[in-house]
């Protein structure tokens, strides 16, 4: 019975060691058609064929989707035709699929490059730093590092005079939507002020309407006062004002002449002195 065990997992042992055998065998297959595709890409992109050299690129590509040489070196073809976008792509396919460090430098320290083409200087100075991270002694790296840092401080001064620009024009309408607003509630109170003025003058005028002519009142009370007053007419058995008068100056002649009568008779018993009295 032990036996028979044993000969199972011997069989099973070698059924499994065959099958990794094969599927090393097929991989290492696949892995060199895959870069027989890349090297004929290479061979062509020497000659300045970029379209074949693209195709096979990406036929190594599909034939080995995790090949870093092909991303790699597609992505290199990329940036020298200008073509950023589909560089930045192929290199960060490449940093994904790396799986030795060398490998990995060579990828960030390619799309640090890119980024700077693109004027993406932050974003640069990360991936130089991670191409550091995988290699500390390139020198190249590390200068590319230090221009990108300083492409990064200048990149700050536009956004903020940008951000300043809109936040005066910001505070600027802002400040014109409040004069407005202002001027609109001062239109208004001058408005409501008119229609008060209007309506007080109105109910002034109206006012008047019912109010009699104080003036003209009076001096009709004093004609109406004049008209009231009764002639003045002589009753019977009384004497008339003129006739009053008259008597009157009579009776003062009269007077006078008494009067003048008895001063002659007191002048005439006066004695009359001519010489000194010593």
Not at 61 to 71: C, E, F, N, Q
Not at 160 to 165: G, L, S
Not at 259 to 265: I, L
């Amino acid at each position: 019975m032990k036996l028979i065990i044993t000969y199972i997992f011997l069989l099973i042992a070698g059924f499994a060691f065959a099958q990794e055998e094969g599927n090393k065998k097929e991989q290492a297959k696949i892995t060199k058609k895959a870069n027989d595709l890349i090297n004929e890409a290479n061979d062509l992109a020497s000659n300045d064929n970029f379209v074949l050299a693209e195709m096979e690129y990406r036929k190594a590509i599909s034939t080995k989707p995790t090949s870093v040489a092909g991303t790699y070196n597609l992505g290199h073809s990329y940036y020298e035709k200008g073509n950023y976008d589909e560089a930045l792509y192929r290199n960060q396919q490449a940093a994904k699929n790396a799986t030795a460090k060398q490998e990995k430098h060579r990828a960030f320290h390619n799309i640090g490059n890119i980024l700077m083409q693109n004027k993406k200087c932050k974003e640069a100075v990360e991936a130089f730093k991670n191409a550091l991270r995988n290699d500390p002694t390139d020198d190249e790296t590390r200068y590319n590092l230090a221009l990108a840092k300083d492409c990064a401080k200048d990149e700050k001064e536009p956004p903020q005079e940008e951000d300043n620009k809109d936040d005066k024009e910001k505070d600027k309408k802002e400040n014109e939507d409040e004069q407005n607003k202002d001027k609109e509630q001062e239109d208004q109170k001058d408005k409501e002020g008119e229609g008060e003025n209007e309506d007080k003058k109105e109910g002034e005028d109206k006012k008047d309407e019912g109010k009699p002519d104080e003036k003209k009142d009076q001096e009709g009370q004093g004609d109406d006062k004049k008209k009231e007053q009764p002639n003045p007419q002589q009753q019977p058995g009384q004497l008339s004002p003129q006739q009053i008068k008259n008597l009157l100056e009579a009776m003062n002649n009269q007077e006078q002449k008494v009067q003048e009568k008895m001063n002659a008779e007191k002048v005439k018993g006066v004695k009359v002195q001519t010489d000194k009295d010593w």
